[in-house]
């Protein structure tokens, strides 16, 4: 267990819709960075948030957005769903700004487009 | 702009046998490397990093990688395989080029271990 959570674990909704995501970081960690993992795009790194602001930014598209609270909890919020939306949405967090460190990556949510 | 390449996408192995998956880079910059592994159903979790201190990395469950530049290489070993170890396998770089942060993940090695 590394200590990140996130809900829902399973999310199923139809095209056109909108969804959040939430993740709550390990204690202590400042860092809350986004993934998505698809069978056609592999593992793509979508945003980076650190201590409340956007630090690093990946492939995501537009219809998509994220942010981090003061409670430094995110949500990545996705928007206009297509059928392509369907993915394992990984959330990980880590004690510092830098890509370079480590990550702890949450069990993910596994979003359902239909 | 970095990228990174896993030259094998499923590799099988005997219990007990060695283990190595291979991962070229490729960076402008002075990249960090990492090993993340991911079980089924489950999320990442990071096996071993290179940030640019010793060359031979060791990390968690009895992996290493060893960094060679000349090569920009970065491969993931194990002496003896252990059923447990059938997962996939992602190696990422990281670099800061243009001025922002980046990872980049690998497409993934499926490793099988077979009695």
């Known amino acids: 267990d590394s200590g990140v959570t996130q809900t829902p674990k399973h999310l199923i909704t139809a095209t056109g819709q909108r969804v959040t995501l939430r993740c709550s970081p390990r204690s202590g960690d400042l860092s809350v960075y986004w993934y998505q993992q698809s069978l056609d795009q592999g593992l793509q790194f979508l945003i980076q948030?650190?201590?409340?602001?956007?630090?690093a930014k990946g492939n995501i598209l537009e219809r998509f957005s994220a942010q981090q609270f003061p409670d430094l909890h995110s949500e990545l919020n996705l928007s206009s769903l297509e059928l392509g939306d369907s993915a394992l949405y990984f959330c990980?967090?880590?004690?510092?700004?830098?890509?370079?460190?480590?990550?702890?990556f949450g069990p993910g949510t596994r979003l359902t487009v239909t | 702009a970095q990228s990174v390449t896993q030259l094998d996408s499923h590799v099988s192995v005997s219990e007990g046998t060695p283990v190595l998956l291979r991962c070229n880079y490729s960076?402008?910059?002075?990249?960090?490397l990492f090993w993340y592994v991911q079980h089924p159903n489950k999320g990442l979790q990071l096996l071993l990093k290179?940030?640019?201190?010793?060359?031979l990395v060791k990390g968690i469950n009895g992996f290493e990688a060893e960094f060679k530049k000349s090569e920009t290489s970065f491969h993931l070993t194990k002496p003896s395989a252990h059923m447990s170890d059938a997962a996939e396998y992602f190696c990422?770089?990281?670099?800061?080029?243009?001025?922002?942060?980046?990872?980049?993940f690998g497409t993934g090695t499926q490793l099988k271990v077979e009695l």
């Open positions: 990980a967090s880590g004690p510092r700004a830098g890509l370079s460190y480590e990550q702890y």
């Open positions: 290179y940030t640019s201190a010793a060359t």
């Open positions: 948030y650190y201590n409340g602001e956007e630090r």
């Open positions: 990422v770089v990281s670099d800061q080029a243009g001025g922002g942060n980046k990872l980049t």
């Open positions: 960076s402008s910059y002075s990249p960090s």
